[in-house]
Structure formats: structure tokens, C-alpha cells
């Protein structure tokens, strides 16, 4: 008899509860078992065992693994991976879907991950350059005239990064701010800025072979219109037949060939192969496509939208990339459209209302919402501060897959608020027309 799966999730946010909804859906009806940081309902309602710990902590991962047994793992968020927590895992024989801390570095280092691209001579990075000192920034700002961006080193949750003519008005303004993150992490990344649209491509990775899922782009600022301040993405949407209406076949392609390089040049850097998800943050330009940063993760709403589509068993997927044989196995996704809209506290991101009631009982489609930065009493759900509760609509075409999400979105009771253009008409015609206009096409 085949053994049962038991796999450990690391994890709680809607990210997590959308691993953990795909990896249900696996006929081989995987025994699940969550470790998070806050009690997440829908998870736990997944989840035979769900505790709340300390998830950077590897002895503590480790620990909760071996209690329950567990014979695969995933890690959904950064700061497990940069705490070492993959390695951990693997040292106690349990196979993890998650890339080893050095591995990982491809996201917690802007600086190492620009460095192995150039090394390597793959062509995805604009210019740039590392400082560990002010020495050569002025004159570094000077060469980039108005069109530089100032990079934080490390983790920062998304809040690291600062773009000329947005956060920075003046080299003033960029030299306060590389002095700041000097005096902080001791090293900083100064490069050119891109114009163009962002799009995100994840690729299973086993370390040798690597199977693409389809592109999504997200909506990082807070309001309708691409206003406000950046959050940790309020929405995103993929266009029918793995494809988005502002990208050509080739830029997909291009996307998935600099992953591919980048899985190979961290096998060759490490002698180690990259196991989990690499997430490719792209910006297709006049120039063609250019890396705005990796992930070694899934990202978060985009995990929605492509498992949403996954047809193949998930359970599988992750086991061969433990294995290190995907590629022997065939991943596919549904043809259709999704999008995922966020709802988020009143306040978001800057001063969130928290612990306010809310109601999703009043949406029809329960298995289409992924749960976030809740707190649950009983049976009452509160605002925890963060995002709350996305929807993901699936369809035929983006209209309607719009049209289903804010339906649910909209039917969620409470002080939340969330972007109704997402997915519309509108807005994708407005990306559509950017990308013409830098092509030349006009
Ligand atoms: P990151 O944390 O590197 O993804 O950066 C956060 C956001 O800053 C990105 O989603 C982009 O909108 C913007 N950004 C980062 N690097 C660049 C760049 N070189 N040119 C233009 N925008 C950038
Ligand atoms: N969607 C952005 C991220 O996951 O980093």
C-alpha cells in the first residue's frame, strides 16, 4: 500500500491557504499538518493539526515535523528560507519544497542576486551598481541623471526600495536615504530604472528541470488608478491560455529562459540544486524583458491565481521536486482567465483599523476565498491588520473572471475596502496602450 502523504505547511497567509487547497484537491488525499504565525480559519479547517510558532526558528520547524511525522514539507514565505529552515528540514530526512538559506539568497540578497546574473552572463538586469560605502554614489546618481531606483540589500518586506521621481525627488533625497541604509545593513544597490509593465512568472524548480506556470501581473499601490502606497499587492489577474494581454509570446519566453539560466547558475554557484519556486519579477520594456528582483517563493496574491488553474496533482509536483525528477512529470493549467482581488482593513496599508467583525457567509462561492491576516473567536472573523481575504475569479475570459471576484469581493461585510478595477476592461486596456506606445507600435 502507498504510503500516506503527510506534508507540513509553513506558513499562514492566503498564500498558504491556497497551497494548502491544492495540495486537498491531490487523489492521494495528502494528511496536512500548518505551522504559522497567526491562526489562519481556513487553513486550520484544512489542516489536521494547525499550531501558531516561531517559523523562522529551524529547531522549532523541525520539532513540530518530526511530531507529526510528516514525510514532505513547503515552505510558503522568505523568512524560513533565510533562516535556514529548508536545510534544517533536510538534515532531519524530511524533503522540502523551499530552496536551502545560500539557495534562497536569490531573494534575500538584491546585491548577490545581481551578481550571479552578471556573473553568469545572463542579460536580464538593467545597470547598477553595489555600494558599501558612499564612495561613487553621487557620481553613480549623476551617470543615471532623473531614472535611478535605491535598493535596501535585504528583506523588507517590499519597503526597501525606492524609486526616483516617486519616493526620491533629488539626489538630495537619494543620498539621505543610501546614508540610511548604509548606517543599517552596511551595503545597498543603486541601478537604473526601468519603464515599462510589471509581470511576475513562477516556475517549479527541481534543480534541474523547471516547469512554468502561466504569468500574472500584480497591483502593488493601495488605490484605484495605480495610486497610493505600495502594499504587499492588492490584486492580480492572468489572461486565458497562459498568456497577458500586454506580453508577446517572445517576452513570456525570454521570462522563462532567464529562470531557467538563473536555476542553472545557482546549481553551478553551490553544487546544490534549487528545489521550490522561483519567482520572477520582470519588467517587459522597449528593450524586451528585464529582472526586477527573484523570489524563492510563491508570491502573494499570485499563488492564487496560478494553483486556482493547477490541473495537474500538486502532491506530485512537490514530491518530484523533492525527488528531483519533474522532469518526468507533465504540469498543466486550466485554459481560463483569474482574477484575485484583495480586501483589505479600512486604513490599509498605512493605519489599518484592526480587530473590527467581519461576514464572508454572505459570498456564494466559499472555496473561491483564501484568508489572510485574520483572527478568528469562535465564529466570528476580525480584521487583523493586514490584508484580509482575497477572491479569486476563474473564467472563460478576463470580463468575467472580473466580474465573479468583485461579486464575492464586494459581498464581504465589514470596514474593508478593496480595487475594483482590477481585472476590468479599463485598466488592462491602459497597460495594453503603455506597452504599444514604449514598442513603437503605436
Ligand atoms: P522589488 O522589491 O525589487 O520588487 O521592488 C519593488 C518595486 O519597486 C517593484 O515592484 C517596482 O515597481 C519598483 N522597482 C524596483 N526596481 C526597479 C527598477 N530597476 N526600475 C523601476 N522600478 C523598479
Ligand atoms: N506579489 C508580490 C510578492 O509576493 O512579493
Redesign the pocket.
Known amino acids: 500500500m502507498a504510503v500516506v502523504k503527510k506534508i507540513l505547511i509553513v506558513g499562514s497567509g492566503a498564500r498558504e491557504h491556497a497551497i494548502a487547497r491544492a495540495l486537498q484537491r491531490s487523489p492521494q488525499n495528502p494528511d496536512l499538518v500548518g505551522l504559522g504565525t497567526n491562526v489562519n480559519p481556513g487553513l486550520m479547517q484544512l489542516c489536521r493539526v494547525f499550531e501558531v510558532g516561531k517559523i523562522t526558528d529551524a529547531e522549532t520547524v523541525v520539532n513540530f515535523a518530526r511530531e507529526n511525522a510528516v514525510n514532505l514539507a513547503i515552505i510558503g514565505p522568505e523568512a524560513p528560507l533565510e533562516s535556514g529552515v529548508a536545510d534544517a528540514l533536510w538534515q532531519a530526512g524530511i524533503p522540502t519544497v523551499g530552496p536551502r538559506q545560500k539557495l534562497a539568497q536569490i531573494e534575500t540578497s538584491?546585491a548577490f542576486a545581481r551578481e550571479l546574473l552578471t556573473k553568469r552572463n545572463i542579460p536580464a538586469c538593467?545597470g547598477y551598481e553595489i555600494f558599501q560605502s558612499m564612495n561613487g554614489v553621487a557620481a553613480y546618481l549623476a551617470e543615471l541623471g532623473d531614472d535611478y531606483?535605491v535598493?535596501a540589500d535585504g528583506l523588507t518586506g517590499?519597503k526597501?526600495?525606492k524609486?526616483a521621481g516617486e519616493h526620491l525627488l533629488s539626489h538630495d533625497e537619494a543620498l539621505a536615504y543610501a546614508e540610511d541604509l548604509l548606517a543599517t545593513a552596511g551595503q545597498f544597490v543603486i541601478?537604473?530604472?526601468?519603464v515599462g509593465e510589471?509581470f511576475s512568472l513562477m516556475s517549479f524548480s527541481d534543480g534541474e528541470t523547471l516547469r512554468h506556470m502561466p504569468p500574472v501581473q500584480d497591483h502593488?499601490r493601495a488605490y484605484e488608478g495605480d495610486t497610493g502606497p505600495?502594499t504587499g499587492g492588492m490584486g492580480s489577474y492572468s489572461d486565458a491560455n497562459g498568456t497577458l494581454p500586454f506580453l508577446t509570446e517572445t517576452d513570456i519566453r525570454q521570462a522563462q529562459q532567464f529562470n531557467e539560466h538563473t536555476a542553472a547558475a545557482l546549481k553551478e554557484e553551490f553544487r546544490q540544486p534549487y528545489q521550490g519556486i522561483l519567482y520572477g519579477?520582470f519588467?517587459v520594456t522597449s528593450q524586451g524583458v528585464k529582472l526586477?528582483?527573484y523570489n524563492a517563493r510563491f508570491g502573494d496574491p499570485e499563488a492564487m491565481n496560478v494553483l486556482a488553474l493547477l490541473e495537474t496533482d500538486f502532491v506530485s509536483i512537490c514530491q518530484a521536486i523533492a525527488d528531483r525528477n519533474l522532469a518526468q512529470l507533465e504540469v498543466t493549467f486550466s485554459p481560463l482567465a483569474t482574477v484575485c482581488k484583495y480586501a483589505v482593513p479600512r486604513g490599509y496599508p498605512v493605519k489599518p483599523v484592526k480587530g473590527q467583525i467581519i461576514d464572508v457567509k454572505t459570498v456564494d462561492q466559499q472555496d473561491q476565498l483564501y484568508f489572510a491576516s485574520v483572527e478568528a473567536e469562535g465564529k466570528i472573523l476580525k480584521e487583523a491588520g493586514s490584508r484580509t481575504v482575497a477572491a479569486v475569479g476563474m473564467a472563460a475570459d478576463l470580463a468575467a473572471a472580473e466580474q465573479q471576484a468583485e461579486a464575492m469581493i464586494s459581498a464581504i461585510q465589514g470596514p474593508l475596502f478593496h480595487r475594483r478595477d482590477i481585472g476590468t476592461q479599463e485598466l488592462v486596456q491602459k497597460r495594453i496602450d503603455h506597452m504599444r506606445i514604449l514598442r513603437g507600435n503605436e
Open positions: 538584491k538593467p531606483v535598493k517590499g526597501g526600495v524609486v541601478e537604473e530604472k526601468l510589471e502593488k505600495n519579477g519588467m526586477i528582483e
